[in-house]
């Protein structure tokens, strides 16, 4: 426990390297500890500098209090829509403005995804893949998936002529990888069911929609 909390340490300050070394000498001692098992999944996917960056990030939300986490969440929705109200009444900042507004909606994605992708990707590592738990191994199944048949679907998209009513296919797919990657962080019990039957449902009402579209 001892090696494990000092791997936790040390990959908050950003070594993440010695508390690797602490990880694995305290699953030598123990096999059976999770919270080591968990921090050598982190430090593996700690060596990406964008999904390091995320953690960093996730460690400096842990040490705010919750109504300071709110906050902050709060205060970049509003930041945004300042943003955009700015740009629409003053159309010369808009390319100052443009990325700024990019940059915030691909950090609100990888909020959500970085995980589920990170390890998808450290599957790859043959000491990163035994350390993941069931849990993340289908995470990153069902994440993919979604994001693969969005590619698909562009790919479809551009061979029919950048066909609009082809569009909304891959749009939909990258859509629900957002909820799906909500289950495997809900608790277990009704928290993390309610979020399968609202994927499920949003998937069907996408589905829907979807052949609604392509129909007409």
């Excluded at 040390?10 to 305290?26: I, M, N, P």
């Excluded at 906050?71 to 509003?78: A, E, N, S, T």
């Excluded at 849990?135 to 048949?149: D, H, I, P, R, Y």
């Excluded at 569009?167 to 069911?193: D, N, Q, T």
Aim: proline share 5%.
């Amino acid at each position: 426990v001892t090696h494990a909390n000092r791997g936790w340490t040390l990959l908050e300050s950003g070594d993440r390297k010695k508390a690797l070394e602490h990880f694995k000498e305290a699953l030598r001692l123990d096999p059976t500890n999770d919270w080591a098992r968990a921090g050598i999944v982190e430090s593996i996917k700690a060596g990406n500098p964008l999904y390091s960056l995320l953690l960093r990030y996730a460690f400096w939300m842990s040490r705010l209090s919750q109504r300071a986490q709110w906050m902050v969440i709060i205060g970049g929705f509003f930041g945004s829509r300042l943003l955009a109200s700015l740009s629409s009444s003053h159309p010369s900042l808009s390319p100052w403005i443009f990325p700024v507004q990019c940059a915030y909606v691909a950090f609100a994605l990888l909020t959500w995804l970085a995980d589920p992708l990170a390890n998808l990707m450290l599957r790859l590592n043959r000491y990163g893949r035994l350390a993941l738990s069931e849990e993340q191994t289908e995470s990153s199944n069902w994440v993919g998936g979604c994001l693969l048949l969005s590619v698909l679907g562009l790919v479809i998209w551009a061979l029919s002529g950048f066909n609009p009513d082809y569009l909304l296919g891959p749009i939909l797919f990258f859509a629900m990888a957002l909820p799906i990657a909500s289950v495997w962080k809900c608790a277990e019990g009704w928290p993390r069911k309610s979020m399968i039957v609202y994927a499920a449902t949003m998937s069907i009402l996408g589905a829907g929609t979807m052949l609604a579209a392509l129909a007409d």
